[in-house]
């Protein structure tokens, strides 16, 4: 092996699941700056918000973990963005009457090309 490659900080680490409170003991290098007590040793606790204890692939439920509210923001960009096509959609119709009435009244006012060339 090459010396000065590995990490220095290998160690055993505690990894808490935040939806259902299971533990996992494992070896690792994460950074960690609590610490829990398992069978009277003390080891670094890092908390993850989703594991194979509560991920709905590995338990078989369909259920919606969103822990910083991204479904949330996604179904408010989502209904903004079907209320402003529906507005727009809305005043397409009269913006061309109204590009219309205006090419009319233009057309009715303006002397026409053969007039002009009398």
């Not at 505690?14 to 533990?23: A, K, R, S, Y």
Request: cysteine-free; hydrophobic content about 35%.
């Amino acid at each position: 092996m090459k010396q000065g490659i590995h990490p220095t900080n290998y160690r055993p680490v505690v990894f808490q699941d935040l939806n259902d409170g299971t533990t996992f003991l494992t070896r690792s290098t994460a950074e960690a700056e609590e610490t829990i007590t398992v069978d009277g040793v003390e080891y670094p606790l890092v908390k993850v918000h989703i594991s194979s204890s509560s991920h709905p692939f590995f338990t078989g439920e369909e259920r919606i973990v969103d822990i910083e509210g991204r479904v949330d923001k996604f179904k408010a960009r989502r209904e903004a963005a079907s209320k402003a096509r529906a507005e727009k959609a809305a005043k397409a119709p009269k913006a061309k009457k109204a590009a219309k009435a205006e090419a009319q009244k233009l057309g009715a006012e303006a002397p026409t090309a053969d007039a002009a060339e009398q």
